[in-house]
C-alpha cells in the first residue's frame, strides 16, 4: 500500500478534533483531518459554548478543566488573529444562582476556586439584583465566576482547523470515514467513498458516533448520543449581563445581543436531532425559572444537537488497547467546549512522544475492555 499522506489522521472535525489538529501542526506534525459534513456542524455547532471552571465536585477532570479554563483567552486571542475568523467570544462573567439551602456549596466552590487561583465573588439577593435585575426574587444567592463567559464553538472549530489547514493540514469535508483497515495489530487505512487511502497514526475524535467506528475495529468506544435542544430569542424587556445558570438550565448573553437558552438533556433520543414541541416547552420552563421577563423577547430559532456522552461518563482519551496507532478522543458530553484545548494539548502530547501523558490516565479506553 501507498505512504500515508499525513503523520496523523483524524476522524471527525468537531472541536475536539479541530483542536487536535491546531495542536499537533504546531508540533509540525502532518495532519489529514476528514468530516463527513463541515467542520464544527455537529454537537460543536449546537453547543452554548460556555466556558466556566469546574470546582472540586468535577473529579478526575478538574485538573484538566482548569488547565483548560486558562488557556482560553489566549486561545481565542490566537486562534482569531492567525485565522480571520471571529469566534464570538463574550467574556461576561457567570452567575449561578440558588436559594439559600445553596449558600454553603457555594462558599465551599468559592474557596475551592480561590485556591486554584480563580477570582469568584458570593453575591446575596440585593447584589444579584442589583448586577441582574431580570433574576427571579427567590434566588437568594449566587456565584459569579467574571472570567468565565461563552464562545461561538462552531466558529472556533472552524478558525482552529483553519489554521491548522495554514500549517500544512488538509481537511476533507463531507467525506465520510466508512471503515477502517487493520492489519497485524495496525490500523493501515481508512475506507471513504472513493476507496481506502493509507493512514499512519489514526485519532477517532467522531463524537457521539464514535462507537459506531469503534464497534467496527473491535475497540471499545462506547459513546452515545444525548440529545440538547436550545433556542434563541432577541430583544429581552430587561437584557441580562452574564451567563445566568441554576441547576442544568441556563441564559446564555451573545456578544451580538441575542440570548441562548439551553438546555435539554435527552439520554433516549438516538441519533434524532430534531427539535421537539416537549423540548420548547421545557425551554420555556428555563426561561420561566431563571429570569421570566426574557419570555417577552423575540424568538429567533431553536436548534438540537447531539453530545457524545459516554457509557460511564467519564472521557474516552487516549491509546486504543489492541491497536497501537489507533487513540481515541471522544465522550465529552457537556463540556467538549472548555475541555478541548486541554484534551487537545495532552493527547498531542501523548502522540508526538508516543507516550500517554500522565494527565489522561484517569480517561484511557482501557478500562472499557474485560
Ligand atoms: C445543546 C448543547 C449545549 C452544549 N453546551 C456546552 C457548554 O456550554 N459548554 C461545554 O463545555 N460543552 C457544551 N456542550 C458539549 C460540547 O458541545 C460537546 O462536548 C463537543 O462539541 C463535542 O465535540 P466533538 O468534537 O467530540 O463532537 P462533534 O462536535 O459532534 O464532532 C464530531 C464530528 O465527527 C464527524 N463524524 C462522525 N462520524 C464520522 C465519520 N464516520 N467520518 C467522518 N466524520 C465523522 C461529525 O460530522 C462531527 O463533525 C454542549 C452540547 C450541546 C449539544
Known amino acids: 500500500m501507498n505512504q500515508p499522506s499525513a503523520d496523523v489522521t483524524i476522524i471527525g472535525g468537531g472541536i475536539i478534533g479541530s483542536a487536535l489538529a491546531w495542536e499537533l501542526t504546531a508540533r509540525n506534525i502532518t495532519v489529514a483531518l476528514y468530516d463527513r459534513r463541515e467542520i464544527g ?121 483553519r489554521v491548522a489547514q495554514r500549517r500544512g493540514a488538509t481537511i476533507y469535508e463531507h467525506c465520510r470515514v466508512e471503515g477502517v483497515v487493520v492489519e497485524r495489530g495496525r490500523a493501515t487505512a481508512i475506507r471513504t467513498f472513493d476507496g481506502t487511502r493509507p493512514a499512519g497514526t489514526l485519532v477517532i475524535a467522531a463524537g457521539a458516533w464514535s462507537r459506531m467506528l469503534g464497534d467496527s475495529i473491535d475497540l471499545p468506544s462506547p459513546t452515545y448520543p444525548v440529545r440538547g435542544q436550545m433556542l434563541a430569542l432577541a430583544d429581552p424587556p430587561v437584557p441580562i449581563r452574564s451567563v445566568l445558570s441554576a441547576g442544568l438550565g441556563y441564559l446564555v448573553p451573545r456578544a451580538d445581543g441575542t440570548i441562548a437558552v439551553g438546555a435539554t438533556e435527552e439520554h433516549t433520543s438516538g441519533f434524532d436531532d430534531r427539535v421537539t414541541p416537549a423540548g420548547l416547552a421545557e425551554l420555556a420552563g428555563i426561561i420561566s425559572n431563571l429570569a421570566p421577563s426574557l419570555a417577552q423577547g423575540r424568538f429567533i430559532g431553536a436548534w438540537a444537537g447531539l453530545r457524545p456522552g459516554s457509557d460511564d461518563g467519564e472521557l474516552i482519551v487516549g491509546r486504543a488497547p489492541h491497536l497501537e496507532n489507533v487513540w481515541l478522543a471522544t465522550g465529552h458530553y457537556r463540556s467538549g467546549a472548555l475541555l478541548a484545548p486541554a484534551t487537545a494539548g495532552l493527547l498531542a502530547e501523548s502522540i508526538a512522544t508516543g507516550h500517554t501523558v500522565a494527565g489522561l490516565a484517569a480517561f484511557d479506553p482501557a478500562r472499557f475492555v474485560r
Do not use: C, K, M
Request: hydrophobic residues 40%; glycine residues 10%; proline residues 6%.
Open 41 to 161: 456542524r455537529e454537537a460543536t455547532w449546537a453547543s452554548a459554548g460556555i466556558i466556566s471552571p469546574p470546582g472540586e465536585r468535577h473529579g478526575s477532570r478538574s485538573q484538566l478543566a482548569l488547565d483548560a479554563f486558562r488557556r482560553y483567552p489566549a486561545l481565542i486571542a490566537e486562534a482569531q488573529e492567525l485565522s480571520g475568523i471571529a469566534v464570538g467570544y463574550n467574556p461576561t462573567g457567570q452567575l449561578n444562582l440558588g436559594e439559600d439551602l445553596h449558600a454553603e456549596q457555594f462558599a465551599t466552590d468559592a474557596r475551592w476556586l480561590a485556591e486554584h487561583g480563580i477570582p469568584a465573588e458570593l453575591l446575596d439577593a440585593q447584589a444579584i439584583r442589583e448586577r441582574e435585575p431580570a433574576v427571579l426574587e427567590r434566588y437568594t444567592h449566587g456565584i459569579l465566576v467574571p472570567g468565565s463567559g461563552s464562545v461561538l464553538l462552531g466558529q472556533l472549530a472552524r478558525a482552529l482547523a
